[in-house]
């Protein structure tokens, strides 16, 4: 009997290994045209259906692949890239002269850095998000270039290229593009910060109705002291159903307008060469045709810029690691104690298991995003995109804290990039929307969407962050368990599922923990998460309890 039932175990498995390489196979005959991917239009978001408890298997298997004319374009942008970052960036000399010299930030502007996802028609290089996420890889070698690039056209350009009208792009996007200009992002003021909908800048028309006259003071602005265009949120007075009302709006402002005033550049702790500082409007007149969108439009606007550039983040932080490792790596096998190389030690081993695990939960997560992001029939990715910003930012931090343990003293001093990778790392939880803040929204906008909301819900922020973690974990789970079955599919070399494997026990481990404390309080919401862990987990605990490939696949092919 138990030889029976192993040889139709056997032949099962053979059968779906069979079935899952020809199903990938088959997809991949398919040809990817240049910056998209064919798809069937669709309306829903995979993290949103999370809430219901359910898993939209179109959205992320098969792991999104580029085709082969963009895979060649990326490889001939990023040699030269890599090049100019490794033999012409002096990141020690920007970080103590708290400047970016201007023969570097000549040479980004040669490489097309300041136009990486504007359109060719506008002079730009017209990549898509997967391209510029692997372009991110490199840039974040140095965070104060980094956080100048992408204050650029992450969040200062992308207003026009979302909203703008077809002579606004004609007229900003080609000298943007070039790096003839450099642009900003001016939303958060003095007294607001995570509060967006409390700015007090206000616009006001003028008499002759050509012109809104701007008013108020702009902080933390990074490119603050040298842009020369800005996307600028500001009040104006609407008329909604005949009454008189303040909403938002945006507007391209040009420094050229006049009635604007930089302050002194801020004395930061890290990305110290990024320029960050306060800009004030004193009446700057801004020409109606500027207007960004609608009035009244702007705060959406505003959401939308930074909901769409937050899932670089992944990448990014997974090249700054990468990098770690690489560094680490190096003194760990030649730095000798007890008669034996740092290497050897299990503790060191750990250190370097945390960090490799982390880099590869990041490129999945950002990857899988910008895959959904370049998809024709674009559902909206901002929940997924947070996720990737939340986990990269804290691992990262992690991360560098663990590469700095391994030189112990030496990575305090700065004679080693340690301690400035720490300080520009630092940064990463705070900006474009604090961790806390995106914690809340992951947690609200999928409790809305699948119509589980108390109306007491959104004052529990710990209840709030418990069940972001867990979808979070969800996430990243599904991210790395999709690109594992494109490598097993394709025969990639171990097909990391190593790498699985350690990456479910923590998840799971931190899922358990947050349904524990969620439990008591949103039993309903906890048992579609369930749901949801028991279609994600199956092969991981079937392969834990086997610890065979065969099991694995198996258990694997219940998504198919």
Not at 24 to 35: C, F, M, S, T
Request: charged share 20%; proline share 2%.
């Amino acid at each position: 009997m138990n030889i029976k039932r192993l040889a139709v175990f056997s032949k099962s498995v053979r059968f779906e290994k069979r079935l899952l390489t020809a199903r990938h196979a088959k997809i991949r005959e398919l040809e990817v045209q240049r910056r998209s991917f064919k798809t069937q239009s669709r309306t829903l978001a995979y993290a949103k259906d999370l809430f219901l408890g359910q898993i939209n298997k179109t959205e992320v298997f098969p792991y999104p692949e580029i085709g082969n004319e963009e895979l060649e374009e990326i490889n001939q942008l990023v040699a030269p890239v890599e090049k100019f970052f490794n033999e012409e960036v002096d990141s020690a000399k920007i970080d103590h002269e708290a400047k970016i010299p201007a023969e570097t930030l000549n040479g980004l502007k040669e490489l097309g850095l300041f136009g990486i996802m504007i359109p060719e028609e506008f002079g730009g290089l017209g990549l898509s998000n997967t391209m510029y996420a692997r372009l991110a890889e490199i840039i974040s070698l140095d965070g104060s270039i980094a956080v100048t690039l992408a204050a650029h056209q992450a969040i200062g350009l992308k207003g026009i290229l979302i909203a703008g009208s077809e002579a606004q792009k004609q007229k900003y996007l080609p000298k943007l593009a070039s790096g003839e200009h450099i642009a900003a992002f001016c939303l958060t003021e003095p007294g607001s910060g995570s509060d967006a909908a409390s700015i007090q800048t206000r616009a006001t028309l003028s008499e002759d109705r050509k012109h809104f006259l701007l008013n108020g003071t702009k902080i933390w602005i990074s490119n603050g002291g040298f842009a020369d265009i800005m996307t600028v949120f500001a009040r104006t007075e609407v008329t909604v159903d005949g009454v008189k009302k303040d909403k938002i709006s945006a507007f391209i402002v040009e420094r050229a307008f006049g009635g604007i005033t930089s302050g002194k550049p801020e004395d930061k702790l890290g990305i110290r060469g990024s320029n960050t500082c306060e800009v004030s409007f004193d009446n700057a007149p801004v020409p109606v045709e500027n207007v960004l969108g609608e009035i009244g439009g702007g705060f959406k606007i505003a959401m939308n810029i930074l909901n769409s550039g937050r899932f670089s983040m992944g990448s990014s932080s997974a090249g700054m690691i990468k990098k770690l490792i690489e560094l680490t790596s190096e003194y760990a096998a030649t730095r000798k104690q007890f008669n034996k190389s740092l290497s050897e030690f299990g503790m060191i081993q750990e250190k370097f298991a945390v960090m490799a695990l982390n880099a590869f939960v990041m490129e999945s997560m950002a990857y899988l995003t910008a895959g959904m992001m370049d998809r024709p029939g674009l559902a909206d990715s901002s929940v997924e995109a947070a996720m990737v910003k939340v986990f990269s930012s804290e691992g990262g931090w992690i991360c560098v804290s663990e590469a700095l343990q391994v030189l112990g003293g030496l990575g305090y001093t700065k004679n080693y990039p340690y301690e400035r990778y720490v300080r520009d790392c630092r940064i990463l939880p705070i900006f474009e929307g604090t961790n806390e803040i995106l914690r809340m929204y992951i947690a609200l906008t999928g409790m809305q969407y699948a119509g589980k909301v108390l109306t007491t819900i959104v004052d529990e922020q710990l209840i709030l962050k418990r069940v972001a973690d867990l979808v979070i974990n969800l996430y990243a789970m599904t991210a790395v368990l999709s690109r594992a079955s494109r490598s097993i599919s394709i025969g990639l070399r171990n097909h990391d599922y190593e790498v699985c494997k350690v990456l479910f026990t923590t998840s799971v481990t931190t899922f358990a923990l947050n349904l524990q404390g969620l439990f008591s309080f949103f039993v309903s919401i906890i048992f579609n998460f369930y749901l949801v862990l028991t279609r994600l987990t199956k092969q991981v605990l079937l392969y834990f309890s086997q610890n065979s490939y065969s099991s694995f696949l198996i258990s694997f092919s219940f998504f198919f």
